[in-house]
């Protein structure tokens, strides 16, 4: 049936109406304050990146940014809250790794990481550190593995629980190199680090930032970074990869991401403020003296990285059997 002469104009008004609504909604955003949910407790480098560019984004709009930490579950509390959040801009989720290793790790989730949300763009990244005890005769990543290779199953490693990133990365370890190194899973990070202080286990991935001054106090000793290049704040340790290790590389990382329905022009700005904001010498700064680099791009650009890292966590989860705690 041909449409009568009045819906042609109708349906014409009604798409211009909503092109310019979608772009009015984005001109007055943000128009109260926006909630950035966390997914770990306070404290760890997801707070320290949330908390300075939340106060960047409040300086430049004027709405205060509220950093909300909601942990548990590997993430997923927070993750959902957002998922299911009002789509206007106003709640926002602050993505980690975990959440890409949850994908797989949980069979059953009421959020999808990919079709629930709007990618707005990365933050920051900051690579692991393998770390020994110095009762470990190894001084490198090179030496770890031969003497692995002659100890199949006597050397051993702690993680922050099974199916953390600091398990995987571990994970990751055994099957490229080919040996057999026991996982130790600790409840957090804290009693991960004792553990590996006493003695109580060998090894230990853990960040650049916490590792530092374990490493100048000479209580550890750093074996590799987990990057594809040196970090800056460890420029002596080689990457786990130039040990023969091809394709080694984990990290932790944090991005922005809005709920699915969230409008083009509310996305598109925020991008662009942020962004704006990780170029500033002064955030850049203060990143990098955490050991975190900063990284923006477009939303495209995180939208592909989360897919990518998604699959590469979902072969080490499968591979290696872990399971969520």
Known sequence: MRPTRWAIP?????????????????QQYPSKPIRLLLPFPPGGSTDIVARLIGQKLTESWGQPVLVDNRPGAGGNIAA??????????????????????????YPKLNYDLVTSFAPVTQLATTPYVLLAHPSVPARNTRELVALAKTRPGGLNYASAGAGSATHLSGELLK??????????????????????LSGEVDLYFTTVPAAVPLVKGGRVRALGVTSAKRSPLMADVAP?????????????????????????????????????????????EKLLGQGLEPIGGTPEQFGAYIRSEIAKWAKVVKASGARAE
């Open 240 to 284: 786990i990869a130039e040990a023969g290790l091809k394709g080694y590389e984990t990290s932790t990382w944090h991005g922005i991401l809005a709920p699915a329905a969230t409008s083009k022009d509310i996305v598109v700005k925020l991008n662009a403020e942020i962004v704006r904001i990780l170029a500033q010498p002064e955030v850049r």
């Open 175 to 196: 099957a490229l190199s080919g040996t057999d190194i026991l996982h130790v899973p600790y409840k957090g990070t804290g009693p991960a680090v004792t553990a590996l």
């Open 80 to 105: 959902e809250t957002a998922a299911k959040a009002a789509p206007d801009g106003h709640t926002l989720f602050q993505v980690n790794v975990a959440n890409a290793i949850g994908a797989t790790l």
């Open 10 to 26: 109708f349906v014409a008004g009604l798409a211009l109406s909503l092109v310019f609504s979608g772009t009015a909604a984005g």
